[in-house]
């Protein structure tokens, strides 16, 4: 894809980050170090009730994981982003995002207070803060997917997390196909099971790309994208 970049800057393990991706731009993730998660969550920026819907996503698609390919689906239909690029082939989208509980129990507690900008944070907690700058809260927040993370189904119905999933460099890509506010955090994923509290970071990079065309990839994936394109382009005229 044909793209200009416009913006890149660096997402420190832990960290939270929010832009409103526009109409015509695209956001590349890159893992830099291997085993990264990036919890991620999308919103229409300009009616904030229109989000991402999850079930939409997976059964529309006919899939448990998400890749190259896939579009990321709103409750009304429309699509919000296409995953245009990915070099990892599966990333996560049930498992859901960590919480303050999930990483106390994990790694035990270390405030800003002890630690500084060593202190062990979470995702919900990062997402409902960026929501706050937008003049919303927690009932806003709904469900989230995980990049770079992989997680599996075992017979008896019980999710297992998949280690070194990514590798330094592993990179998704996502074309906003509405005006996005994407919100991001790099705090480990809630079903990792390492010892140590120790979160990647990532680089982001913002390209200006040119409009799917009819024959574009995500859009011909099922008849359920191609209808979610069709959407989203009524929406815009």
């Avoid at 927040?141 to 070194?164: C, I, P, R, W």
Wanted: include cysteine; hydrophobic fraction near 35%; glycine fraction near 8%.
């Amino acid at each position: 894809m044909q793209s200009s970049v416009l913006y890149t800057e660096m997402l420190p393990g832990g960290a939270t980050w929010s832009h409103v991706l526009k109409r015509g731009t695209a956001l590349r993730i890159t893992d830099l170090e291997g085993d990264a998660n990036v919890a991620a969550y999308f919103l229409n920026f300009e009616n904030p009730s229109e989000r991402f819907n999850l079930p939409d996503t997976l059964k529309a698609q006919h899939t448990a994981r998400l890749r190259a390919g896939h579009v990321l689906f709103s409750d009304m239909g429309r699509v919000l982003c296409s995953i245009t690029d990915d070099s990892v082939g599966w990333h996560d989208p049930i498992a859901g995002a960590s919480n303050a509980a999930v990483i106390e129990r994990k790694y035990g507690k270390k405030s800003y207070q002890e630690a500084r900008n060593g202190w062990y944070q979470n995702a919900r907690d990062g997402f409902l803060v960026e929501l706050g700058k937008y003049g919303m809260g927690p009932r806003d927040l709904h469900a989230t997917v995980n990049f770079f993370s992989k997680v599996v189904v075992d017979e008896s119905g019980s999710m297992q997390y998949v280690a070194h999933n990514s590798q330094a460099g592993s990179y998704i890509e996502l074309r906003a196909e509405m005006n996005v506010l994407v919100l991001l955090n790099t705090s480990p994923h809630p079903l990792n099971n390492d010892a140590e509290y120790a979160p990647k970071p990532v680089e982001l990079s913002i390209s200006r790309v040119p409009s799917p065309m009819r024959d574009d990839r995500c859009r011909t994936l099922c008849p359920e994208n191609a209808r979610g394109f069709v959407l989203t382009e009524l929406y815009f005229l």
